[in-house]
C-alpha cells in the first residue's frame, strides 16, 4: 500500500553552495540534515541525449531528491490527480519527491547529470512501471 503523497509534497531542496572567494568556482555539499530521509542510494543518469526520456514509473515506499548537477531538464510529476512540469537546472537545488508519484523527464540538456539521493537501495519490486497499474493502486 502506498503513501498518499500527492504533487504539493514535491518540493524543491537547497543545499549549501560556498563561492570561491578567489573566483575559482563553488563547492556544495549533501549532509544527512539535508535530506528527508537517510540516504541508503546515491546514483546518476548521463549520456542522456537530448531527445531522450527517462522515469516513466511511480515508487511504492521510495522517496528521492534529484539533482541537477550538470545541464538542465524536465520532471513532469503526476499524482493520479493532478500534474506539474518543474525545470532543474542548478546544481545546489533538488527536487524532493516522495513514493507514489508518477514521473518522466525529458527535455536534457547536452551533457547533463542527474544524480539521485535514495531512501533504499534499487528494488524492481518497490517500481510501478505500468500507468494503469499505478492509478488502481490509488
Ligand atoms: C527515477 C529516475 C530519476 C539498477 O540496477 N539500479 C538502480 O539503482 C537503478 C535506479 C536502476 N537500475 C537498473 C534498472 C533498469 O534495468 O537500471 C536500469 C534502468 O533503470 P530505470 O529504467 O528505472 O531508469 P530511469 O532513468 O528511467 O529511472 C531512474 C530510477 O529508476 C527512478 O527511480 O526516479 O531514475
Known amino acids: 500500500m502506498m ?11 537547497t543545499i549549501p ?6 573566483n575559482m568556482g563553488s563547492l556544495s555539499f549533501i549532509e544527512k540534515d539535508i535530506i528527508p ?10 549520456d542522456v541525449p537530448i531527445n531522450g526520456e527517462r522515469g516513466g514509473h511511480a515508487h511504492k515506499n521510495l522517496s528521492q531528491v534529484l539533482f541537477a548537477l550538470n545541464g538542465s531538464f524536465e520532471i513532469i510529476i503526476d499524482d493520479g490527480n493532478n500534474k506539474k512540469t518543474i525545470f532543474l537546472n542548478s546544481p545546489n537545488i533538488g527536487l524532493f519527491i516522495p513514493s507514489g508519484i508518477w514521473r518522466e523527464m525529458k527535455k536534457f540538456s547536452k551533457n547533463s547529470i542527474c544524480m539521485v539521493v535514495a531512501s533504499d537501495i534499487y528494488k524492481e519490486s518497490d517500481y510501478y512501471r ?4 499505478f492509478i488502481n493502486s490509488k
Open 17 to 22: 553552495k560556498i563561492v570561491s572567494p578567489e
Open 130 to 133: 505500468n500507468y494503469k497499474d
Open 3 to 13: 503513501n498518499k503523497y500527492s504533487i504539493n509534497d514535491v518540493r524543491e531542496i
Open 37 to 46: 530521509f537517510s540516504i541508503k542510494r546515491v546514483y546518476y543518469l548521463y
